[in-house]
């Protein structure tokens, strides 16, 4: 393996750890003679036939060595043996040796077969009575291969083909993983091990194409030596392009290219692919059926790894700038098959539990249960309104569950023709809308007559009146069922709908069955219910999964895709003649965001000013801007951030929660932070002492219900040590520090800064024993996994913390979340640079531990980014993603977020790349550098993407985006600013506070963009921490002072004052005055003193960007300054410092 440098994050300036930037080691490559390869033969022959998924999973088979079997796969059969993820698989358990073979796959998959062959040999090949069939299946909304799954046998016989060596099993079963055994009490050694095909629907396409590199300055002498991998695909025919002498294959997947020739430098391959590829309009909250079929091609080289979506090269070719690649299809679109009618059959299951009450309101009665989904009703003869539902006289209603439809089917008794007549109403305030479907079940499929959606308020007729014939003639057979079914649209909240429905026979005696005339008088009756005409078991209220059967949601690009181009030269001279820009292009070309321009856009013109803080709650850190807005709400923080606090019963301190909710170091540990940044050291102390007082040992006194005992919610061995289960005043939620397990490594980071921006070492000694036994637990819990399995030190999650809870909201999915990941190593690491102020043979012992569980994580991130498909941004190129969490190949609202709904429009498969997404590696971590050629490409996506298609965005300027959700749990504008991108930073900022902020409730913050709880005190700490770094940021040994400022900031006679503003290197105060009439600006500085920053950055941004012509420190001239970049870099120098830049 070729090795290439990579820098470290080093003890520096008073034992700092430095922004680092570290660069992959580059893939083995195998090295083979050049052979001829022929083109595969079948692939003619496969286009047009059911896609094999099986290669893509990680397969176990019984005739390997157990560690010879990819390390992932036994956990389909720790699953299967139901023995626990947390403790080594007892490889020798009888349910473990009764397996022949297993598949893991990443995704939920639509499987439809399974094939299993042996050879000739009878003898080794089990009766086919004596083979079961196991699939892992999802469990609600939010599965993962750690959590939410059971392992489900299927009673299912196969048929035999193949002179009797192939079972077929028709298996139609969405599932992430097939487990095949022998039953009894023979062992799987007993036998061969077959090979395994698994089919869905999708059919393979055949496509030629070209894969071009080394076509720019910057690549043409790169090695490009190298292999390729498929990802439910097949590839083959590798040979280099036309006149291409340096590029050689040297076996079917593998090949060399090095050296500049006269011609392309490339390969031709030919490719079978399943799938499309959607730029649709809006960003679904959730995955779509359409997102699930993706065949991914891999580029393993010596000059770089990447992937891409074969789908793309449907709509055009794929130039993917940050690795140096441009391909292209050759061949014409094959034309599609004609697509059967869907079948939309799902299961469904009878209400069977009645309720005597619903909602509390015995004047409420119907089946299904509180927790939803509900079919019930008032048979009284006035109306009922409770808990916010108001349900009329003799009034049928309904309300679905957080992932199932709920419905009222009449199952025809007749074979005729009838109409259909039904109406929807909201019975309840607050709800973002329903969707609803009028569906029709034969004994062989389901299709859907009529589908609506509502906003949250209102009726609708159905159908409208102006397609009153749309239902008027539908035929029917004895036992179809049509049925009204509503489903959440989203989420379920405050979804409870009130339902008419009529289904009147057309010609013949014309019969008439009303629901709510058949039902409403005997609700409790019976499910099913008996019309209205005597017949028993017509009506039946039921459930059914929430599954996706809404229509496709169309592909709608704003840009063309589509190009002649037949090189990487020619596309790039197109992309140039259009002019595109991508979202952040066209940010720096225009003037800079401001509050008024941010807030007026999302709250109107009409503003009251900002209230003023008790003088007592002035905070230390004093900032003036010639922003009077931004001034005043600095002012606000430290009182809005305080006033809710209690004092601790026990020890009379302050006592904290997350306002309004209770207590969880996942976002408690910010408040505190940023009361620290603003100087409010002390009650900083008093927050962290909920944590460092707990005992070594967590207990669940007083905490939530959904705790576990003693550790954070995830598959961890045990909590000695951890800094979880505290525990803070009353709040909305409960006590909820230990189901978010986000929070030990965010509270470890946060207890660091602290001593750092204190210099108390008094305080660091007395903590440092607990703050390290949070360290400890940290690193005894990464190494569970690589003891797990056998072969764990191939995981790709080797090294990663056990999967946790990131959020119960997520409808508990647990995973490795690099954000979770980025907190905990920074944590650890920082620790170990802190430690060594007071110890430094323990904090080097700690930073070789920190180093370890870097590498680790970095290589799961590279891996992860590299096997990630490229994604197609606003200029025509396509850039990097970042997943958020390990085993995620692309953006979780892609296929892995198919039937992973979570809580869908608030915690689903968007919500992890745009709200708690890998961010957290870049700022705070800085895992990744924010230079990082494909960090800057995951902005692009975040930015032309993921937020500016925010479905919460509605009609908004393309320049008011750059949100989604949470906008204080966003980190966008923080890695903006990691990066320098300025102008980007602001728009980022402002936009996220903008769309938080409520003037007329005294400027407080919303939680989520669009909707509250309001005075939520962690969305206000995060302005606080970006706004603190706009005008002090450290940045490993450097310090800089206005980094972030606006151009206008220093329009002629403007001021930037800050006093007493706590930073790594001690305090610093900075004043700027312009005076750029007269092309001059001043600042002074009272350098901090505590520790040395090597330098400290004053950035100057002028309003007209004009470039520095000279500088004068203290009266003398001073020829360390950066035109380019607007700095003066300053060295050694103490005390006051006058600076005045001459332009």
């Not at 939920?108 to 077969?113: A, L």
Request: overall charge neutral; some cysteine.
């Amino acid at each position: 393996m070729t090795k290439r440098l990579a820098r470290f994050g080093l003890l520096m300036a008073g034992s700092l750890l430095a922004t680092v930037d570290v660069v992959a080691a580059a893939p083995d490559v195998l090295e083979k003679p050049a052979v001829t390869i022929p083109p595969p033969q079948d692939f003619g022959l496969l286009a047009g036939t059911p896609a094999d998924i099986a290669p893509s999973a990680y397969q176990y088979r019984a005739d390997r060595m157990p560690g010879d079997n990819p390390p992932e796969s036994w956990l389909a059969l720790i699953w299967y043996a139901h023995q626990a993820l947390n403790k080594p698989v007892d490889v020798n358990a009888p349910a473990i040796k009764q397996v022949l073979c297993g598949l893991l796959w990443e995704e939920i998959r639509p499987v439809q077969r399974v094939e299993l062959t042996w050879s000739a040999d009878l003898k080794r090949r089990p009766a086919p009575g004596d083979v079961t069939i196991t699939t892992l299946e999802n469990k609600g909304t939010a599965s993962s291969w750690w959590n939410n799954l059971e392992a489900v046998p299927k009673s299912i016989k196969a048929t035999l083909s193949n002179e009797g060596r192939t079972y077929l099993y028709d298996l139609p079963t969405e599932t992430c993983g097939i487990v095949v055994s022998v039953a009894g009490a023979r062992s799987a050694s007993e036998y061969e091990v077959p090979s395994v095909r698994v089919l869905v629907a999708d059919l393979w396409k055949k496509m030629d194409l070209e894969i071009e590199w080394g076509f720019d300055s910057t690549t043409v002498d790169k090695d490009y030596s190298g292999r390729v991998e498929t990802y439910d695909g097949r590839i083959g025919a590798l040979r280099p392009l036309d006149g291409d002498v340096s590029t050689t294959a040297t076996d079917s997947s593998s090949w060399r290219s090095v050296g500049q020739g006269p011609a392309r430098r490339g390969l031709k391959a030919s490719l079978l692919y399943i799938g499309t590829a959607q730029w649709r309009r809006v960003q679904p909250h959730t995955s779509q059926p359409d997102d699930v079929a993706r065949t991914i091609v891999t580029l393993w080289t010596k000059a770089g790894n990447f992937s891409f979506l074969a789908a793309d090269l449907e709509n055009g070719p794929i130039l993917a700038p940050e690795y140096g690649f441009f391909i292209r299809r050759t061949s014409p679109l094959a034309v599609p098959p004609a697509k059967p009618v869907p079948d939309l059959r799902v299961p469904r299951a009878l209400l069977t539990s009645r309720m005597t009450a619903i909602a509390s309101s015995a004047e409420l009665l119907g089946w299904g249960s509180d927790s939803t989904p509900w079919f019930g009703g008032n048979p009284a003869g006035q109306p009922v309104s409770v808990k916010g539902i108001t349900v009329p006289a003799r009034s049928l209603a309904m309300h679905p569950g957080p992932a199932q439809n709920v419905a009222a089917g009449w199952r025809s008794p007749i074979t005729g023709r009838v109409k259909i007549k039904a109406r929807v109403a909201h019975a309840q305030k607050g709800g973002n809308g329903i969707d609803w479907w009028i569906a029709h079940q034969t004994k062989t499929q389901r299709q859907h007559l009529a589908h609506g959606i509502t906003d949250g308020s209102g009726a609708q007729t159905i159908p409208p009146e102006a397609d009153a014939q749309s239902l008027s003639e539908v035929a029917v057979e004895p036992g179809d069922t049509i049925s009204l079914i509503v489903g959440p649209k989203g989420t379920h909240y405050c979804d409870t709908t009130l339902i008419e429905l009529v289904i009147t026979e057309v010609g013949g005696p014309e019969r008439v069955w009303n629901l709510t005339q058949n039902v409403i008088s005997t609700l409790l009756a019976g499910n099913p219910h008996a019309d209205g005409l005597g017949r028993a078991e017509v009506w039946h209220f039921y459930a059914e999964k929430s599954v996706a059967t809404s229509q496709p949601i169309p592909s709608q690009p704003p840009l063309v895709l589509a190009s002649q181009a037949a090189s990487a030269r020619e596309f790039i001279a197109e992309l140039q003649a259009r002019k595109q820009s991508t979202i952040r292009q066209r940010t720096r070309a225009r003037e800079e965001q401001t509050w008024e321009g941010a807030v007026t856009a999302m709250r109107g013109t009409n503003l009251p000013p900002h209230p003023m803080p008790p003088k007592e709650f002035e905070p230390p850190m004093q900032v003036q801007v010639p922003s009077e807005r931004l001034t005043a709400q600095w002012n606000l923080g430290v009182w809005h951030l305080l006033r809710h606090c209690q004092k601790h019963p026990e020890n009379g301190r302050l006592w904290f929660n997350d306002h309004p909710y209770g207590i969880l170091g996942a976002e408690t540990y910010l408040i505190l932070a940023a009361l620290d940044v603003m100087g409010s050291h002390r009650a900083a102390a008093d927050g962290f002492d909920q944590w460092l007082s707990l005992p070594l040992d967590p207990n669940s006194k007083g905490h939530h219900e959904w705790a576990l005992l003693d550790r954070p919610n995830g598959l961890f061995t045990e909590g000695h040590g951890c800094l979880t289960h505290a525990v803070g005043p009353p709040g909305v939620g409960g006590q909820m520090d230990g189901v978010h397990a986000f929070g030990p490594g965010s509270i470890g980071w946060a207890l660091t800064e602290h001593y750092w921006l204190t210099g108390d070492t008094n305080w660091l000694r007395a903590c440092a024993p607990r703050i390290k036994a949070n360290a400890e637990w940290m690193l005894r819990q990464r190494r569970v996994l690589s003891n797990l399995v056998p072969g764990g030190e191939r995981l790709w999650c080797k090294g990663l913390q056990p999967a946790l809870q990131v959020t119960p909201d997520s409808g508990g999915l647990w995973m490795q979340f690099y954000e979770c990941e980025g907190y905990y190593w920074v944590s650890v690491a920082r620790l170990a640079a802190t430690l060594s102020v007071i110890d430094p043979e323990g904090g080097a012992k700690l930073q070789a531990e920190a180093e370890a569980y870097r590498r680790d994580l970095r290589a799961a991130v590279d891996r992860s980014v590299a096997l990630s498909p490229v994604v197609p941004v606003r200029d025509g190129t396509f850039h990097s993603v970042i997943p958020f969490a390990c085993y995620v190949r692309g953006l979780g609202t892609g296929a892995w977020g198919w039937q992973r709904d979570g809580s869908g429009e608030h915690v689903g498969p968007l919500y992890w790349e745009t709200v708690q997404s890998a961010a957290a590696l870049i700022s705070p971590a800085g895992l990744l550098s924010p230079h990082d050629a494909r960090v800057q490409g995951y902005l692009d996506v975040l930015e032309d993407r993921l937020l500016l298609e925010n479905p919460r965005g509605g009609r908004r300027d393309w320049f008011q985006a750059g949100w989604q959700h949470q906008a204080g749990l966003e980190r966008t504008a923080n890695l903006h600013l990691s990066g320098d991108d300025i102008p980007c930073f602001l728009r980022s900022f402002l936009n996220g506070y903008a769309i938080d902020i409520l003037p007329n409730e005294g400027y407080v913050f919303n939680e989520h963009a669009t909707r509250g709880p309001p005075d939520k005190i962690f969305e206000e700490a995060a302005f606080l921490e970006r706004f603190r770094g706009l005008l002090v940021w450290e940045d490993g040994p450097n310090l800089w002072l206005a980094r972030g400022t606006p151009r206008a900031w220093l329009e002629q006679g403007q001021r930037i004052s800050v006093k007493n503003a706590p930073t790594h290197f001690g305090p610093v105060d900075f004043e700027i005055v312009s005076d750029v009439d007269h092309g001059r600006i001043k600042a002074t500085l009272k350098m901090p003193s505590r520790h040395p920053a090597t330098p400290v950055w004053l950035r100057l941004r002028h309003p007209r960007t004009a470039p520095i012509r000279g500088v004068t420190v203290n009266g003398r001239d001073y020829p360390d300054f950066d035109p380019a970049r607007e700095v003066v870099k300053l060295h050694t120098l103490t005390g006051s410092v006058s600076v005045e830049v001459r332009y």
